[in-house]
Every structure is written in C-alpha cells, then in structure tokens.
C-alpha cells in the first residue's frame, strides 16, 4: 500500500514522516519518529501509558490514528526537560519515589501536565480525578500523587 | 491486516464510501482503534468526515442539538449543557472523554454507552441523511444502521436530568449499572411522566417501562416509589461480564434506583 505523508510539530520541532494509513500515533513516535517516551502498554485505552497532549488536550496515542494529527501539536514526556534541567513534575517524581519500574510514568507526566496546565493549584480529588485513566503497578499511586502537589506547589512558589 | 482511513469533506460523500464492504465509521476510535489493535480483522477500511456540522452544538431555549462529533469532554464542559455533565463525565477517564464522541456511544455495547443512557432518558431524536428517529427505536436497529449519525436533538428537561452510574473502581471504572430518569411532577407533588432509562441492564441502554408506569401517580417517597422498584427489573437481560454478573445487576438495581429517585 502507498505510504502517506503526515506533518506535526512534537516537542515544538516539525516532524514529516511517511507511514501506512491506519497507523497509530504511538506507532509513529515510537518506531517512526524514535520519540519512545509514550509506552504501549495495553494498546486498548485502560493503562493510560501512552497519553500524549495533543492540542493542549489529553490524548491515548494508541488510539489515535497518525493521519489525523496532521498540523496537529503535540508534546510527549522527552520533550519536558529544557537544556538538561527536569521539569518541575519530573523533578517531583524523581524526589518523591514516584517512579519505580518507570512504565507509567510518561503517561502519569503527560496527564498530571495536562492537570497543572488548566489547573495550577488543583486538590488532591482533582489530582486523583486527573490521574484516574492511567494504571501504575508499582507505587500504590499515593507517590505519584504527592509528587503533583508537590510540583503544583512549586509552580506557585516560582510564579511568586 | 492494514487499516486504511479515508477522510472527506461532506456526510454525503462519507455515507457514499461507507457503502463498501469492510469499512466503518471512525468517531473517536475508543472502541473502533482498540478493535483493531486487538485483531478485529473485519474492518480493513475507516471513514470518517470533516463537515463541521458534526461538531455543533446548538442550544436554543430548551431545545438542544448535539453534533455527533462532539467528545464527553466537550459536552462536560458546556456551559448550556450543565444538566448533562454528570453523565458526559461518567464516560471513561480524562483521556477517553477528550476522544469518545456521542456518535461512537450510541453504538457502544454493554457495559460502555453510559451517556446514551441519558439520551435515552431525554427521549432524544437521533439524526442520519435518511431523517430523524426516536432513540428507543434507533438503538433497537443499530446494528443493521449503516449511515453516519449526524446528530442528536432533545428538549432540556425542566426538572432535570437524574443521572446515576455505579461502578466499582472510582472515580473512572466500567458500569456495573447506570440509571438516567426525566420525571415530571404534578403541584401535589406526584409524578406526572417519568422516562427511566437503564444501563447494563441488556446488551444496549434500554427503558424500565414497568417502573416508569408504577411511579405515575405516586409521591416520591419511600412508600410511594416501592411499587416503581418492585418492578425495576421487568424486561431486563443483563450481561455477565468481569464487572459483575446478570444476577448481580438485577439484585442491586432496585436499590440505586431507589437511590436515584429518592436523592
Ligand atoms: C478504557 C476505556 C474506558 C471506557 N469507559 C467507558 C465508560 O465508562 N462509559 C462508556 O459509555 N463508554 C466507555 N468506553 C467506551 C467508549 O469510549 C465510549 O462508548 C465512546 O463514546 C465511543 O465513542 P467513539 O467516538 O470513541 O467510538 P468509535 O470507536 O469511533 O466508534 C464506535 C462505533 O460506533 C460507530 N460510530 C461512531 N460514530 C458514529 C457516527 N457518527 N455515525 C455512525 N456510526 C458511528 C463506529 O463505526 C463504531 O462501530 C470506554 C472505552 C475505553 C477504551
Ligand atoms: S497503551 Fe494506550 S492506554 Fe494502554
Ligand atoms: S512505576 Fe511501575 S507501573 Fe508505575
């Protein structure tokens, strides 16, 4: 089958890339693109792994077919770290142990962003409401959940 | 197997490209993608449209219209379309509600299609090229409907819309059962009309005719609605799934639906 061309910025840089139709984004990023922080872990919408922002909105990648992203922006977890220097959420995660194997963690990144972007001082129910697509395995979530405060309030320290 | 998509402009021309055999509609793709990525090799091709009307929401006065494009998410967070938040949000977590759209829960079997069941409630008119039909109608040919839902129209309920979803994981898991009730009530306060519509309670979102009948008449009240629980379950065929099984479901409807006529 012809391949098609799509075309997005990920992570602010533009991205062309010519893919089978039909394929998902985070086919695309991962063995396209090389952008492997949204992971494939169940490939049917319950993990919450591979969430991506796109446009500003929440998104499963494993759902969501490459072709109807184009012109679309999108961000992933790689793309949070500026010069070397962790996100704030990131940051949090890391101090507050709230990665252990790290399967979950892009997504929990991508959905806890997504949260402080509309949110910047949200209460622990709109951080579990927040985080209520995604599975961890690991950290018994009161980690993760720490951690967005945690980082929600160093937000505000720094805009202060 | 390759999936390919095609995407056009108009219905029109997307109702004319769904005529082939082995294509689907593609909404939000919640159900539809994931079909794919588990091996549902029936649908080797998907369409979908562009046209804008799809993602309309018109309100005016009592009277709403809802494109079938438009996502739970974007229905939670209408400010004219406060009444049906509850069951927008009720649908899935943060991620799904950004994708799965009103046209792609109209056909989501059991235990998904939380907000057809307010739909349902609502009596709403759902619309294709061919015209207009009453919900109940619509859901009991869905499978045999081959052309794009357009959009859904209904009058906001005066007295609201009730809307109750249990499930077992909180605040996002699958239904054990959801519950959407239009009741209307006299000045002495016994109802006057009531549409209840059940969830989970048989393969699609179906009405508890029985309990809507017993209600009439009656006061909301422990005693007046006892007659309306009595029969919650007539006419019910639940599914049995990992969430809760069909003997389960019928036990503990009468209870939430006590719940939700009493609250
Ligand atoms: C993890 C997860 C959790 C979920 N939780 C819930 C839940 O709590 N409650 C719930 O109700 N659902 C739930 N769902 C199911 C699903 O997300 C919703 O029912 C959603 O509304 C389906 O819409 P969609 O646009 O994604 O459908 P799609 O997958 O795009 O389509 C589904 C079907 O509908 C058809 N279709 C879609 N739009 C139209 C149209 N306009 N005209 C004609 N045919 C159309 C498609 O051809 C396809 O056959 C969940 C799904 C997942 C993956
Ligand atoms: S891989 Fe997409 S939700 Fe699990
Ligand atoms: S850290 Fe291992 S799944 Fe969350």
Same mark, same amino acid.
């Given at each position: 089958?012809?391949?098609?061309?799509?075309?997005?910025?990920?992570?602010?840089?533009?991205?062309?890339?010519?893919?089978?139709?039909?394929?998902?984004?985070?086919?695309?990023?991962?063995?396209?693109?090389?952008?492997?922080?949204?992971?494939?872990?169940?490939?049917?919408?319950?993990?919450?792994?591979?969430?991506?922002?796109?446009?500003?909105?929440?998104?499963?990648?494993?759902?969501?077919?490459?072709?109807?992203?184009?012109?679309?922006?999108?961000?992933?977890?790689?793309?949070?770290?500026?010069?070397?220097?962790?996100?704030?959420?990131?940051?949090?995660?890391?101090?507050?142990?709230?990665?252990?194997?790290?399967?979950?963690?892009?997504?929990?990144?991508?959905?806890?962003?997504?949260?402080?972007?509309?949110?910047?001082?949200?209460?622990?129910?709109?951080?579990?409401?927040?985080?209520?697509?995604?599975?961890?395995?690991?950290?018994?979530?009161?980690?993760?959940?720490?951690?967005?405060?945690?980082?929600?309030?160093?937000?505000?320290?720094?805009?202060? | 197997?390759?999936?390919? $998509?095609?995407?056009?402009?108009?219905?029109?021309?997307? #109702?004319?490209?769904?005529? @082939?055999?082995?294509? /689907?509609?593609? +909404? !939000?793709?919640?159900?539809?993608?994931?079909?794919?990525?588990?091996?549902?090799?029936?649908?080797?091709?998907?369409?979908?449209?562009?046209?804008?009307?799809?993602?309309?929401?018109?309100?005016?006065?009592?009277?709403?219209?809802?494109?079938?494009? $438009?996502?739970?998410?974007?229905?939670?967070?209408?400010? #004219?379309?406060?009444?049906? @938040?509850?069951a927008? /949000?009720a649908v +899935? !977590?943060?991620?799904?509600?950004?994708?799965a759209?009103v046209g792609g829960n109209l056909f989501a079997p059991a235990?998904y299609g939380d907000f057809t069941v307010a739909l349902l409630a609502l009596?709403a008119?759902v619309?294709?090229?061919?015209?207009?039909?009453?919900i109940e109608?619509f859901l009991?040919?869905r499978?045999? #409907?081959?052309?794009?839902v357009?959009?859904v129209?209904?009058?906001?309920?005066?007295?609201?819309?009730?809307?109750?979803?249990?499930?077992?994981?909180?605040?996002?898991?699958?239904?054990?059962?959801s519950?959407a009730?239009?009741?209307?009530?006299?000045?002495?306060?016994?109802?006057?009309?009531?549409?209840?519509a059940l969830g989970?309670?048989?393969?699609r979102p179906m009405?508890?005719?029985?309990?809507?009948?017993?209600?009439?008449?009656?006061?909301?009240?422990?005693?007046?609605?006892?007659?309306?629980?009595?029969?919650?379950?007539?006419?019910?065929?639940?599914?049995?799934?990992?969430?809760?099984?069909?003997?389960?479901?019928?036990?503990?409807?009468?209870?939430?639906?006590?719940?939700?006529?009493?609250?």
């Amino acid at each position: 089958m012809a391949k098609i061309p799509v075309q997005f910025t990920l992570n602010g840089a533009e991205k062309a890339e010519f893919i089978d139709s039909g394929t998902t984004l985070l086919h695309a990023l991962r063995d396209k693109i090389g952008d492997t922080s949204p992971k494939g872990g169940c490939h049917q919408g319950t993990c919450g792994a591979c969430s991506v922002i796109i446009d500003g909105e929440l998104r499963l990648s494993c759902l969501t077919l490459a072709e109807t992203c184009n012109g679309a922006a999108i961000t992933t977890t790689s793309g949070l770290s500026q010069g070397g220097v962790l996100h704030p959420l990131q940051r949090a995660f890391l101090d507050a142990f709230a990665t252990q194997c790290g399967f979950c963690t892009p997504g929990m990144i991508m959905a806890a962003k997504v949260l402080l972007d509309h949110t910047p001082d949200p209460s622990r129910d709109e951080v579990v409401e927040a985080l209520s697509g995604n599975i961890c395995r690991c950290t018994g979530y009161e980690p993760i959940i720490q951690a967005v405060l945690t980082a929600a309030r160093s937000n505000s320290q720094n805009a202060a | 197997m390759a999936l390919a $998509l095609q995407t056009f402009s108009t219905v029109k021309d997307a #109702n004319a490209a769904l005529k @082939a055999a082995g294509t /689907r509609y593609l +909404g !939000g793709g919640t159900l539809v993608v994931r079909g794919a990525n588990e091996g549902d090799v029936s649908v080797s091709s998907l369409i979908r449209s562009t046209e804008p009307a799809l993602s309309a929401i018109t309100v005016s006065g009592d009277n709403v219209r809802i494109g079938a494009s $438009l996502t739970m998410a974007a229905i939670a967070g209408h400010p #004219n379309l406060v009444a049906l @938040a509850r069951a927008a /949000r009720a649908v +899935g !977590g943060p991620a799904i509600r950004n994708m799965a759209t009103v046209g792609g829960n109209l056909f989501a079997p059991a235990p998904y299609g939380d907000f057809t069941v307010a739909l349902l409630a609502l009596d709403a008119i759902v619309s294709t090229e061919g015209g207009e039909k009453p919900i109940e109608t619509f859901l009991a040919k869905r499978q045999s #409907n081959h052309a794009i839902v357009t959009e859904v129209g209904f009058t906001l309920p005066a007295e609201g819309l009730r809307f109750l979803k249990v499930s077992r994981v909180k605040p996002k898991g699958v239904s054990v059962l959801s519950i959407a009730a239009v009741l209307e009530q006299a000045p002495d306060g016994t109802v006057s009309s009531a549409h209840i519509a059940l969830g989970c309670m048989a393969d699609r979102p179906m009405r508890a005719k029985a309990a809507e009948e017993a209600l009439l008449g009656r006061k909301l009240t422990s005693d007046g609605i006892a007659p309306a629980l009595a029969v919650a379950s007539d006419g019910t065929s639940p599914v049995t799934d990992p969430i809760a099984s069909a003997w389960y479901r019928n036990e503990v409807l009468p209870v939430h639906l006590g719940r939700l006529l009493l609250a």
